[in-house]
């Protein structure tokens, strides 16, 4: 078997455990083991070795990983740690977020020596402006520190289009999460210290050193610290697809090998006789290895460098043992190191957007070299039809601006402003305030590009988001772009480009006229659902948002919208003030156009949603052949927060919904006093998040549900839903799906019944928090 083959055939195995809806039992990596011996002893049935192996690699990873995750039995329980702090803190308005390595001595709890935690230490106070000396902001990289945190283990939302938290938690061997509990007892035990700690120091020298706002993406180019970047300025990196050069990239390691052989081989040139202890040449490779391994200690090991540096490896030990190696061999030798190290690597974008370029460039421009303004277009070409697929697959977008941006952005950022980025970092480390002057020359360089991406940010051609798309799209773009990047004789070419429509133009499967489909949105403790028709989208709430924290709109919200195919609201419900159900208007608005918002009476919220009208009893309109109708708060109803609620009736060809916001048993009994016949629904929201302050005995009776969602975070302190209320709707027969367990909940009324589908069951994962919770009891 070749390099590439076994690589393929690893990368094969790996994948196909990966994908399983549960981690591996005992037994089943035994007769994996098994094969792998057998097949060992048969030299024809290598790919078959490699498979096996591939398996049983990743089985072992993913089982010792989630075995690793605190325990169901500690969750929510205050520990007293020691350990150090690992990587470069984030420093926030009001917390401080940082990765934990507690200590792996017999005075911690046994489930957690030596694991990684993820931690954050909140305060009430401006730390940026107000207090410059909060204590939480002497969290330093390499420091270590004495604490109480209260944990849990790894757990996140999911939803369409949403980020899989639970699986950035599993590929970075998170044990838990949690926050610190009396702050004000934590100690320090010694100061920063290690690698990091350099980098942190570096990147606050880069700050002082440049007024500048651009001195933050100084500090993402020369040290991959991202930090200091706001969602402003990802946002303008998204629209023009410049986020793979804004971090460092294996072109920037590349750039410092190529100065480190270039520095060796000037010195064997001054000094001829150190050519009797080493040739040349081979100083140079070991050079060029010798500073790609220091750039990539300084940027962290992000997946780019180490892709890189795993590369220039190869080249340099076939340097320096006078072999020659073809570049698709050093690719796979590569990306097969990797694999071993670090097989879940497999989950992570970075891992197939670097070594799908790299493969795409190598297969199409194997003889580049020469003409570099030709070449560098050609690759820009095939970089960007190669790597599209894989871009609106994992990430459901795509720049329309992106081909352009970055014909200017390559060669400026990674030959102008990279260089003097990372001049300046060589002069600081030798002599304390040298590299001042290049990172300000390197801040006005990167000055004059910005405003342009800016601009183009702004223009039609900015981010176009794709709703989600069907297993197949995928590999029929990329076969698509495979036959188009043929050699031009290739016949076929025109009806290839057909086998990207289910990709850039996916079905949104939208509901038929008459139908209605409303879709529960995992927002934690808050609530967010979506009412789709034929051609129109109703929000019910837009979910929580905390002051300089989290946000369900920009997190939850408005991911799943783009991911449901919505282009714009026509209409924005928010049942009342309250935060958990109005606090992420603002996100939702900037991400997409609203024609008209309803609100309670009296809410206040007339500043913050402009042209907001009141949601009246009575009010009536009629989309698709489906019916929405509002049952409460009648005109002039005094603005009581939680009883103020709007209460909306969907009525379709199949059946209704009601959506209940947050009333109580006083307004669910005057609904079944002014109009009985109205509460009757298919589905019922279950009103307050399944407080027993909701669900009327009566009302649950009358309704005639099928089911009754409810929207509530895990673990919440209000412990949502109570087991009464939940008992109360199961008694007489409705299904209660609460999306801390289901996900986000898609509901659709048809001919056939109600139709119910959660996200957790529909993509099943092995690292899901959920099944392992499940499976532990």
Known sequence: MTVLSSALWLLAGIGLCLCLPAPPDGVLLSMLAVILVVSMCRPHWR??????????????????????????????????????????????????????????????????????????????????????????????????????????????????????????????????????????????????????????????????????????????????????????????????????????????????????????????????????????????????????????????????????????????????????????????????????????????????????????????????????????????????????????????????????????????????????????LGLEALQPGWGGWAWRLAAWAFDLSWWLFGWLAESPLALWWLPEIRWYALPLALFSAFWCLLPRAVPGKPLALLLWLPLLWPDRAAPEAGEIEIVVIDVGQGLSVLARTANHHLLYDVGPAIPDGFDAGERAVVPALHALGARGLDAVVLSHADNDHAGGYESVSAGFPIRRALAPEGSGLSDRVPGVRDCRTGMTWTWDGVRFRFLHPSPHFPYLRNESSCVLRIESRHGAVLLTGDIGHVIERGLLRHDRASVRAEVVLMAHHGSDSSSDPGFVAETGARFAPVSAGYGNRFRHPKPAVIERWRYRGVRTPVTAETGAQRLRLTAAGVVYEDERSRRRRLWDAVARRARAK
């Open 47 to 424: 790919p078959l070795t490699v498979l096996c192996a591939g398996v049983l690699l990743a089985g072992l990873h993913a089982s010792w990983g989630l075995s690793r995750q605190l325990p169901v039995s500690m969750e929510h329980q205050v520990f007293s740690l020691t350990g150090r702090v690992s990587g470069m803190p984030m420093h926030e308005v009001r917390r401080t977020r940082f990765e934990f390595v507690v200590d792996d001595v017999e005075a911690m709890p046994k489930a957690l020596r030596g694991s990684k935690l993820r931690l954050a230490w909140y305060d009430d106070f401006d730390a940026q402006a107000a207090l410059p000396d909060a204590p939480r902001l002497r969290v330093a990289a390499g420091s270590r520190w004495a604490l109480s945190a209260k944990l849990r283990a790894p757990r996140g939302l999911r939803n369409p289009g949403g980020v899989d938290g639970e699986k950035h938690a599993f590929i970075d061997r998170i044990v838990a999460t949690g926050y610190l509990r009396a702050p004000e007892t934590a100690r320090e035990l010694r100061g920063a210290a290690g690698i990091d700690a350099w980098r942190d120091a570096m990147s606050q020298r880069i700050g002082r050193s440049v007024p500048q706002s651009s001195s933050r993406f100084l500090r993402a180019l020369a040290l991959g610290d991202t930090r200091g970047l706001a969602d402003a300025d990802w946002a303008i990196l998204r629209a023009n697809g410049l986020t793979h050069l804004i971090a460092i990239s294996g072109f920037h390691v590349g750039l410092v090998a190529g100065f480190f052989a270039l520095l060796a081989s000037a010195v064997w040139r001054l000094f001829p006789l150190l050519g009797r202890v080493a040739p040349r040449t081979q100083a140079a490779a070991l050079g060029a290895l010798s500073g790609a391994a220091l750039y990539a200690a300084m940027a962290g090991f992000a997946l780019p460098t180490v892709r890189t540096l795993l590369m220039i490896a190869v080249v340099a030990v076939a340097r320096m043992s006078r072999r020659a190696w073809r570049p698709w061999s050093a690719v796979a030798l590569s990306a097969l190191v990797m694999l071993v190290v670090d097989p879940l690597a497999v989950l992570t974008a970075g891992f197939w957007l670097s070594f799908g370029g790299v493969a795409w460039l190598l297969w199409c421009l194997p003889d580049a070299g020469g003409r570099p303004v030709r070449d560098f277009l050609s690759a820009q070409a095939v970089a960007t039809a190669g790597l599209l697929p894989l871009t609106v697959a994992l990430f459901g977008q795509a720049s329309l601006a992106g081909p352009f941006a970055n014909l200017l952005a390559i060669p400026w950022w990674s030959l102008v402003v990279v260089p003097l980025s990372l001049l300046g």
